[in-house]
């Protein structure tokens, strides 16, 4: 750069092509003077990169313990500790970056679901519910309110905009202290462009016979999106209209692991396909939601060169699925293996192995989650009653 040139542009042009910079770009140029430093603080330079910096679809990853405890035990020594770091990958690159998270998150905190740049932590107690949620890079935390119905392990949904927020805690009811069934759904809704707040009000019944998985949910065209085992199905939960329903997979008796992700804003199916007596070999496929919402394609099968190393470092053990935009990132359980899959150029590749992941400290494997490293995340401004809701003219 000639310093003869930008020591003459305005400061507010100078402003605006520092907001096209991808968050690690500005985080590398803001040690360049005081004056660039402050923008991190500025709420009309967060404003414009909010609209102008152009979205990286990273994957997040956490390391999770080797075997969790079923229960946690008050009599045990304390609740377990929080995740030390955040893993980032740029499935691009592919490159690995840390983010330390122990100053930020208190004890007895577990990852559960991700949206637009926020992280969301569920408490590991059982009963009524916390959840915390955190940008990693402005490293702002909010709690949302606790949920009134007390849950054992229940599966957890984001959908954050610019001005919005929904957030949905289904399944794993606690009936006794002994004893857990899938009975209800609660859902928190806040939009600061409306003023429209409603904090866990009650869904729709869930459907019948319905076992869902703990963990994290999809979202996609106003629906959130998760597994029942036991016959396998997919549950979807349409926001606006506050209704439930079941959707049946794709050959279902002859699928395991199967996990959705969202991918370009696509509900993806993702199962190994296992039956001695079917025609067609072994494999892991992939399966898109039609836009009529109740079929489904198929619309990748993993290579069988790329299956058979896969297998053999999976030994049938399970594995899951997360998507971001172009990429799908596959774990495996008690692995730090990573396959990634490039739906712009039908690639599969393996990951680098993580740098920061050393011998024991791999645990019980990685959990993945969609990111999108953001410096602003206003959403989480809705959750703070006492402040006013930064980027009042953004819809969510």
Wanted: charged fraction near 15%; charge should be positive.
């Amino acid at each position: 750069m000639d310093s003869r040139i930008w020591r003459h542009l305005p400061q507010g042009l100078i402003d605006r092509v520092l907001a096209f910079l991808p968050p690690p770009a500005f985080f590398r140029f803001r040690s360049v003077c005081k004056r660039w430093y402050s923008l991190l603080f500025s709420d009309s330079f967060l404003e414009a990169h909010l609209r102008l910096s152009p979205g990286l679809p990273w994957l997040a990853f956490f390391l999770l313990p080797p075997r969790p405890p079923l229960l946690y035990s008050p009599s045990a020594a304390g609740p377990p500790p929080p995740p030390a770091a955040l893993l980032l990958l740029d499935p691009a690159t592919p490159a690995w970056f840390r983010l330390p998270l122990s100053p930020l998150l208190p004890r007895g905190f577990s990852p559960a679901a991700s949206s637009a740049g926020l992280l969301c932590f569920l408490s590991d107690d059982p009963g009524a519910k916390s959840l915390l949620l955190l940008n990693p890079l402005s490293k702002l935390s909010s709690h949302l309110p606790p949920s009134p119905t007390p849950r054992l392990f229940p599966s957890v949904g984001l959908a954050a905009g610019p001005s919005s927020l929904s957030v949905v805690l289904a399944g794993d009811d606690l009936i006794s202290p002994f004893a857990v069934k899938n009975l209800t759904a609660e859902c928190f809704h806040a939009d600061g462009a409306t003023g429209f707040y409603s904090p866990w009000a009650t869904a729709s019944a869930l459907p019948r016979l319905c076992n869902i998985d703990p963990g994290r949910m999809a979202f996609a065209a106003g629906r959130f999106y998760c597994m029942s085992c036991g016959p396998f199905a997919v549950l979807a939960y349409d926001v606006a209209s506050n209704a439930w329903c079941k959707i049946q997979p794709p050959m279902r008796r002859f699928l395991r692991s199967p996990s959705l992700a969202e991918c370009g804003g696509r509900v993806l199916l993702v199962a190994a396909v296992e039956k001695s007596r079917l025609s067609v070999p072994r494999s892991v496929r992939l399966w898109s939601l039609q836009p009529c919402g109740r079929a489904w394609a198929e619309v990748e099968r993993m290579p069988q060169e790329v299956y058979v190393r896969f297998s053999e470092a999976e030994a049938g053990r399970g594995f899951e699925c997360v998507g971001n935009a172009e990429f799908m990132a596959i774990t495996i359980k008690g692995s730090t293996d990573v396959l990634l899959f490039d739906f712009y150029r039908k690639e599969w590749r393996w990951a680098p192995p993580c740098p920061f992941i050393r011998g024991a400290a791999a645990g019980g494997g990685l959990r993945g989650f969609a990111y999108e490293p953001r410096l602003a995340t206003p959403a989480i401004g809705l959750l703070d009653s006492s402040s006013s809701m930064p980027f009042q003219g953004f819809n969510g």
